[in-house]
């Protein structure tokens, strides 16, 4: 029955929402023993295209596997049920620590635990320039886009909306490939590997 | 409000290439600069809730930020927004986006997206720490903002600690060096 196997769906992914922690790819394990060996779902091979599918299409890796694999196994239902599984325990955790957020912020032991929280954040956000830069730049023409990009956005004055970067960066990539290529010199375009790592 | 939040985070959704972070600056241009829905120290809050929690950093955020300005409903439509061009993108491409995928003009856009959103995201991190006042003035704020800056970074990059693990050492280091 259908209805059986969507809710055996969502609550197999609801086990595996907390397991994000690790950042999606981390899922892959627990994706080869619940869907692949418990309940034979699909085949091992197939877990190959999931991982390809998961991490070129827009958005989180976990998000884009649970929709994926969702959809393989019983269509446009099966990949919410899927969906609505593995985001579910996240979603409240998240409510509740907005929640805890709002109710404590004013609390002065909370204010100076967050004033040095903000440094980390930065931080954090620096670290995440830095991983995707280490693969995403490699010669002269990805160092300038880089650092194009930059200066657009810094000398820019009022504000250049970043989504301009990003239309930017599109292009710019592709004008680039292109003049190489009229003279022949070829230009490496394929991922190593993905970035294996938490918040993907 | 939700209207507004459904926009921004369809098109966040949308972009969201290499990792929850790119959606950061996009975020910051619309919730922080143009439309002041929240303070920088604010955004700077719900990054962290985001980053503690399991899943996603980009539904965490979509979550946090969606609660934020309008309650559950915030949340869920924020949520929903952001998930939604995942949704297409797999259901009606599938296997076929895997073809795609190695087209080469998609490749080379990469090629040049790549380091764009590199640049984007660390003048994010600048844009924040300027927003949240860490490096106004040259007292005791400065430098003690720039150590936590610096540890954190290290933590995260050398030692590899996960940042739920450092976010919650820097609060109670906060607690004692500025209560």
Same mark, same amino acid.
């Given at each position: 029955?259908?209805?059986?196997?969507?809710?055996?769906?969502?609550?197999?992914?609801?086990?595996?929402?907390?397991?994000?922690?690790?950042?999606?790819?981390?899922?892959?394990?627990?994706?080869?023993?619940?869907?692949?060996?418990?309940?034979?779902?699909?085949?091992?091979?197939?877990?190959a295209d999931i991982v390809a599918v998961a991490g070129s299409a827009p958005g989180a890796v976990a998000v884009n596997s649970a929709a994926f694999i969702g959809y393989r196994i019983a269509g446009a239902k099966g990949a919410v049920a899927a969906l609505l599984g593995i985001l579910l325990p996240t979603f409240f955790i998240i409510i509740v620590l907005s929640q805890a957020y709002m109710l404590l912020k004013d609390d002065p032991k909370v204010e100076a635990a967050l004033k040095a929280i903000r440094a980390t954040v930065v931080a954090l956000i620096v670290y995440a320039a830095?991983?995707?830069?280490?693969?995403?730049?490699?010669?002269?023409?990805?160092?300038?886009?880089? =650092?194009?990009? %930059? +200066?657009?956005? &810094?000398? !820019? $004055?009022?504000?250049?909306?970043? =989504?301009?970067? %990003? +239309?930017?960066? &599109?292009? !710019? $990539?592709?004008?680039?490939?292109?003049?190489?290529?009229?003279?022949?010199?070829?230009?490496?375009?394929?991922?190593?590997?993905?970035?294996?790592?938490?918040?993907? | 409000m939700l209207f507004d939040l459904f926009i921004l985070f369809f098109f966040v959704g949308i972009v969201s290439f290499g990792g929850g972070f790119t959606m950061i600056p996009l975020i910051q241009e619309e919730v922080l600069i143009r439309n002041h829905w929240m303070t920088a120290e604010q955004l700077a809050d719900i990054i962290a809730v985001a980053?503690?929690?399991?899943?996603?950093?980009?539904?965490n955020v979509a979550v946090a930020v969606g609660y934020n300005q309008a309650g559950l409903i915030g949340a869920v439509v924020a949520l929903t927004a952001s998930v939604l061009p995942s949704f297409f993108v797999i259901l009606i491409l599938g296997k076929l986006f895997l073809r795609f995928r190695d087209h080469q003009l998609l490749k080379s856009s990469f090629y040049g997206l790549r380091p764009a959103l590199t640049g984007m995201i660390a003048f994010a991190a600048f844009v924040l720490a300027q927003n949240t006042g860490m490096f106004t003035n040259l007292g005791w704020m400065f430098w003690s903002q720039l150590i936590l800056f610096a540890a954190s970074l290290y933590a995260l990059a050398v030692l590899r600690k996960h940042p739920l693990y450092v976010i919650i050492i820097s609060g109670l280091i906060g607690i004692a060096i500025y209560s």
């Open positions: 029955m259908q209805a059986k196997l969507l809710s055996s769906l969502f609550l197999t992914f609801l086990k595996m929402g907390p397991l994000t922690f690790g950042g999606g790819y981390a899922l892959l394990p627990v994706i080869e023993r619940e869907i692949v060996d418990k309940k034979g779902w699909l085949r091992s091979n197939e877990v830095y991983k995707i830069g280490k693969s995403a730049i490699f010669d002269m023409s990805t160092g300038a886009i880089a =650092a194009a990009s %930059i +200066a657009l956005l &810094a000398f !820019g $004055g009022g504000h250049i909306h970043p =989504a301009w970067i %990003i +239309a930017f960066g &599109a292009a !710019g $990539g592709i004008a680039v490939v292109t003049i190489r290529s009229m003279f022949g010199k070829k230009t490496k375009l394929d991922d190593d590997e993905p970035v294996y790592d938490y918040m993907i | 980053g503690m929690a399991p899943g996603p950093f980009a539904t």
